[in-house]
């Protein structure tokens, strides 16, 4: 018998202000249950994100990347 997963996506984080749209792919396992886009700690969005916007990646969540 297959087991199957079933994966869904978070909640879009977008405001009436957004100049830039991030599109990636469905969000893993460690993003899922961190309910955080980009959450596992080898992902390198937020190395592009401290380096392009200068935003330090380690910031909290809810407030690093919203100005």
């Known amino acids: 018998m297959l087991r199957q997963t ?5 909640a879009p984080e977008i405001s009436v202000s ?7 792919r469905m969000p ?3 993003s899922q249950k ?3 886009y980009y959450a596992h700690p080898r992902n390198l969005f937020w190395d592009c994100v401290e380096t392009a916007f200068h935003i330090d990646r380690n910031a909290p969540y809810k407030r690093g990347w919203r100005r």
Not at 18 to 24: A, D, E, K, S, Y
């Open 34 to 36: 961190e309910a955080e």
């Open 28 to 30: 893993g396992a460690i």
């Open 18 to 24: 957004c100049q830039i749209l991030v599109l990636g």
């Open 6 to 10: 079933v994966i869904s996506a978070l």
